[in-house]
């Protein structure tokens, strides 16, 4: 069975753009969350979904947003991009809230 | 809030050597804890977890147990090999559920021949 899928797997944005990440859950997994994950440190939440539904926002500004579709993938969107969002940015699924998460491989995205 | 607090890298080691990295956690209720792995170029691949105090999660060799009483999640292998060599990221997740995991800094192991 296929993993967790992101796409693009690089990015290159400069400041002040509008970025759109995407994820492909494993099949039969309903729940997604996204993580941000700045080089040399571990991975900071950014949101969960389960069921289409927000079940948890990290700390994180609102130029950051995610939705989450009927097919269960989802999309990450970053708006006014910041030098300092400069990370890769992970997608994991689970089959609910309370089983593991899985991980993608990542967006590797770069701001100039 | 929570948070979790793990060894300082980079760790070198001889093949065959034994190896532990530590991992202690501040968190209220009862999160399960979990061990990742991240190969270089890709993304975390679970480890090992426990989701109650005494617990012991097991993989590949590679052990740690949930004590409550410490705090800890000491992650533990008796016998490296080359192929070990990654960064290991310790982390912790809201009461019984997986939701929002928070992850330690990770530790970058690297074993050699």
């Known amino acids: 069975d296929a993993g967790v899928t992101q796409s693009p797997t690089h990015l290159i944005k400069t400041r002040g753009q509008q970025v759109t990440l995407r994820c492909s859950p494993i099949s039969g997994h309903k729940s997604v969350s996204w993580y941000q994950q700045v080089l040399g440190q571990g991975p900071q939440f950014i949101f969960q979904y389960y069921e289409k539904e927000e079940r948890g926002r990290g700390n994180f500004p609102d130029r950051f947003s995610a939705r989450q579709f009927p097919n269960y993938s989802s999309e990450l969107n970053v708006n006014a991009l910041l030098l300092g969002d400069s990370a890769l940015y992970l997608c994991?699924?689970?089959?609910?809230?309370?089983?593991?998460?899985?991980f993608g491989d990542g967006t590797r995205l770069s701001i100039l | 809030g929570n948070s979790v607090t793990q060894m300082e890298g980079p760790v070198t080691l001889s093949e065959e050597a034994f190896l532990t990295i530590n991992c202690t956690y501040t968190?209220?209720?009862?999160?399960?804890l979990f061990w990742y792995v991240q190969y270089p170029g890709e993304g975390l691949q679970l480890l090992l977890k426990?989701?109650?105090?005494?617990d012991k999660g097991s993989n590949k060799g590679f052990e740690a147990t949930y004590r409550k009483e410490t705090t800890s999640f000491h992650l533990e292998k008796g016998s490296v090999q080359v192929s070990d060599s990654a960064v290991y990221f310790c982390?912790?997740?809201?009461?019984?559920?997986?939701?929002?995991?928070?992850f330690g800094t990770g530790t970058r192991l690297t074993i050699i021949p």
């Open positions: 968190a209220t209720g009862y999160p399960s």
């Open positions: 982390a912790l997740s809201d009461n019984f559920g997986n939701e929002k995991l928070t």
């Open positions: 426990a989701t109650k105090a005494d």
């Open positions: 994991a699924s689970s089959l609910d809230i309370y089983q593991p998460q899985h």
